[in-house]
């Protein structure tokens, strides 16, 4: 089975503007969770998804949004996009009902 | 919320030796704890995981052990080779509400030929 694939790999963005990062699930998987990894924080949890539905969120503010398609594809949009925002940003696939979670590549996001 | 605390930060060990990684956590609802090793450039792999219902878990020359009384599990390298130097993450997780993992900060694994 193919991994789970994030695109895109790198952005760069200027403070202030919005970004959509989109995460494609391993095949079959239902559940989708992105974390953010940064140096200094380490890897934190932002949301996840089943069934397009969020199902839990993690402690972000607002800006950070997802959401879930219906063949399990995922996005996250950043809005007002912010120095602290540049991280790695990481999509994990679960099976419907265990906890295993495999992760994608990552999106490099760097705000200037 | 839960705190997962993940000791040491850095471990250097020579080719051939273990490597023990030691994480505790916070919330006695956690019942999930997996274990993922992330090279340069990469996504963090999972390795190894462990449900609070097992004391211990093995997969080759890599093992998991869970202590829920004291809240600790550790993860543990036999014969390291220098492709194991890489970032290991400790996590934990409720499995209510979803599966959100709480991480712990990491530990870099250097092994030297």
């Known amino acids: 089975k193919a991994g789970v694939t994030q695109t895109p790999r790198y952005l760069i963005k200027t403070r202030g503007q919005q970004v959509t990062l989109s995460c494609s699930p391993i095949?079959?998987?239902?559940?989708v969770s992105w974390y953010q990894q940064t140096p200094g924080q380490g890897l934190q949890f932002l949301f996840e998804?089943?069934?397009?539905?969020?199902?839990n969120k993690g402690n972000f503010p607002g800006r950070f949004s997802g959401r879930q398609f219906s063949n399990s594809r995922s996005e996250m949009n950043v809005s007002t996009l912010e120095l602290g925002d540049s991280a790695l940003y990481l999509c994990?696939?679960?099976?419907?009902?265990?906890?295993?979670?495999?992760f994608g590549p990552g999106t490099r996001l760097t705000v200037t | 919320g839960e705190n997962v605390e993940q000791h040491p930060s850095t471990l250097s060990v020579q080719e051939g030796d273990s490597a023990v990684i030691k994480c505790t956590y916070s919330?006695?609802?956690?019942?999930?704890f997996p274990w993922y090793k992330q090279e340069l450039g990469k996504g963090p792999q999972l390795i190894i995981d462990?449900?609070?219902?097992?004391g211990e878990k093995k997969d080759q020359r890599i093992a998991v052990t869970l202590n829920k009384t004291a809240k600790h599990f550790s993860l543990h390298i036999t014969e390291t080779q220098p492709e194991d130097s890489a970032v290991y993450f400790c996590?934990?997780?409720?499995?209510?509400?979803?599966?959100?993992?709480?991480f712990g900060k990491g530990t870099s694994l250097l092994v030297t030929p």
């Open positions: 095949s079959g998987h239902r559940s």
């Open positions: 994990a696939s679960s099976p419907s009902e265990g906890h295993e979670q495999y």
């Open positions: 462990i449900r609070s219902n097992v």
């Open positions: 998804y089943f069934s397009e539905t969020q199902r």
């Open positions: 919330d006695s609802a956690s019942n999930y």
């Open positions: 996590a934990a997780s409720k499995g209510s509400s979803g599966y959100a993992l709480n």
